[in-house]
C-alpha cells in the first residue's frame, strides 16, 4: 500500500498539471482532489502506527482546503472557507513541526545566528504583505494573518535544524518553502496582476512542497512526542 499510495499521488500531481496545461476540467476534478487523499494514505501506510494525528489533522485540512478552492473556481464565496482549512494547515504543521524534532538537543540557533537564518524567510513574507496590501480591500486581516502564521510554518521548519537529522529538517524546510512560493504564487496572481500559467506554478510547487514535508517527517529519525 505504500507503493500504491504514493503511485497515485504521482499519477494524480501529474493529472493535474495535464489538466491545467489543457485546461480538461473533468481531469482536474478528478485529479486534484486525490492529491492530498493519496499522500495523507503514503503517510499513513509508511508510519505503520507511529504517526502523529496533528500531521494527519494537516493534510486533511490540505484536503479541504484544495476542494473549497476548486467550488471557489465557480463561487468566490468559497475562497475564504479556503483560505481558513489552509491557515488550520499551517498552524498543524507548526505544531508537527515541533513534534519531529528532539527538544533534549539544545538549541544550536541562538542570537544572531537565529535571526540570520530567519531574515530570508521574514523578508519574504513582509514582502509579499507590503506587495498585496493595497490591493486587498475587505480582505486585508485575513490575508495578512494568513501570510504571518505561513512565515511562522516555515520558521518552524527551519529551526528544527540540530533537532533532527539534517536530511530530515533540509527535506521538511525545503518543502515549507516551496508551499509559500505556491501560496504566494497564488496570492499574487488573484490579488495583484494576473501571472502567464499561474495554476501550474500553483500547483507544481504545491506538489512538490508538500511531497517534500511528508519525506521531511518520515526521514526523522526520534520518537515523536505529543501524537
Given at each position: 500500500?505504500?507503493?500504491?499510495?504514493?503511485?497515485?499521488?504521482?499519477?494524480?500531481?501529474?493529472?493535474?498539471?495535464?489538466?491545467?496545461?489543457?485546461?480538461?476540467?473533468?481531469?482536474?476534478?478528478?485529479?486534484?482532489?486525490?492529491?492530498?487523499?493519496?499522500?495523507?494514505?503514503?503517510?499513513?501506510?509508511?508510519?505503520?502506527?507511529?504517526?502523529?494525528?496533528?500531521?494527519?489533522?494537516?493534510?486533511?485540512?490540505?484536503?479541504?482546503?484544495?476542494?473549497?478552492?476548486?467550488?471557489?473556481?465557480k463561487d468566490?464565496?468559497?475562497?475564504?472557507?479556503?483560505?481558513?482549512?489552509?491557515?488550520?494547515?499551517?498552524?498543524?504543521?507548526?505544531?508537527?513541526?515541533?513534534?519531529?524534532?528532539?527538544?533534549?538537543?539544545?538549541?544550536?540557533?541562538?542570537?544572531?545566528?537565529?535571526?540570520?537564518?530567519?531574515?530570508?524567510?521574514?523578508?519574504?513574507?513582509?514582502?509579499?504583505?507590503?506587495?498585496?496590501?493595497?490591493?486587498?480591500?475587505?480582505?486585508?486581516?485575513?490575508?495578512?494573518v494568513y501570510?504571518?502564521?505561513?512565515?511562522?510554518?516555515?520558521?518552524?521548519?527551519?529551526?528544527?535544524?540540530?533537532?533532527?537529522?539534517?536530511?530530515?529538517?533540509?527535506?521538511?524546510?525545503?518543502?515549507?518553502?516551496?508551499?509559500?512560493?505556491?501560496?504566494?504564487?497564488?496570492?499574487?496572481n488573484k490579488?495583484?496582476?494576473?501571472?502567464?500559467?499561474?495554476?501550474?506554478?500553483?500547483?507544481?510547487?504545491?506538489?512538490?512542497?508538500?511531497?517534500?514535508?511528508?519525506?521531511?517527517?518520515?526521514?526523522?529519525?526520534?520518537?515523536?512526542?505529543?501524537?
Amino acid at each position: 500500500m505504500k507503493k500504491i499510495s504514493l503511485a497515485l499521488f504521482v499519477v494524480a500531481s501529474v493529472g493535474e498539471l495535464v489538466a491545467i496545461m489543457l485546461g480538461n476540467d473533468l481531469l482536474h476534478q478528478t485529479c486534484k482532489p486525490l492529491i492530498m487523499l493519496s499522500l495523507c494514505g503514503h503517510y499513513w501506510f509508511v508510519s505503520e502506527g507511529n504517526h502523529s494525528r496533528t500531521f494527519v489533522v494537516a493534510m486533511i485540512a490540505s484536503w479541504i482546503g484544495d476542494v473549497l478552492l476548486m467550488v471557489a473556481e465557480k463561487d468566490e464565496a468559497y475562497f475564504l472557507f479556503g483560505l481558513a482549512a489552509f491557515l488550520v494547515t499551517h498552524v498543524m504543521l507548526i505544531i508537527t513541526f515541533h513534534q519531529f524534532r528532539d527538544n533534549n538537543a539544545g538549541n544550536p540557533l541562538r542570537g544572531v545566528q537565529s535571526i540570520r537564518m530567519a531574515f530570508p524567510v521574514v523578508l519574504a513574507g513582509t514582502g509579499l504583505i507590503i506587495l498585496l496590501y493595497p490591493s486587498l480591500g475587505a480582505l486585508k486581516f485575513p490575508v495578512v494573518v494568513y501570510v504571518l502564521i505561513l512565515m511562522c510554518m516555515v520558521l518552524a521548519a527551519l529551526y528544527r535544524y540540530g533537532r533532527t537529522d539534517f536530511k530530515s529538517m533540509i527535506t521538511a524546510f525545503a518543502g515549507a518553502l516551496l508551499f509559500m512560493m505556491s501560496d504566494s504564487i497564488l496570492a499574487i496572481n488573484k490579488f495583484l496582476m494576473p501571472l502567464d500559467h499561474a495554476g501550474f506554478w500553483i500547483m507544481l510547487t504545491y506538489c512538490a512542497g508538500q511531497f517534500l514535508i511528508v519525506r521531511g517527517v518520515i526521514l526523522h529519525p526520534y520518537k515523536i512526542i505529543n501524537r
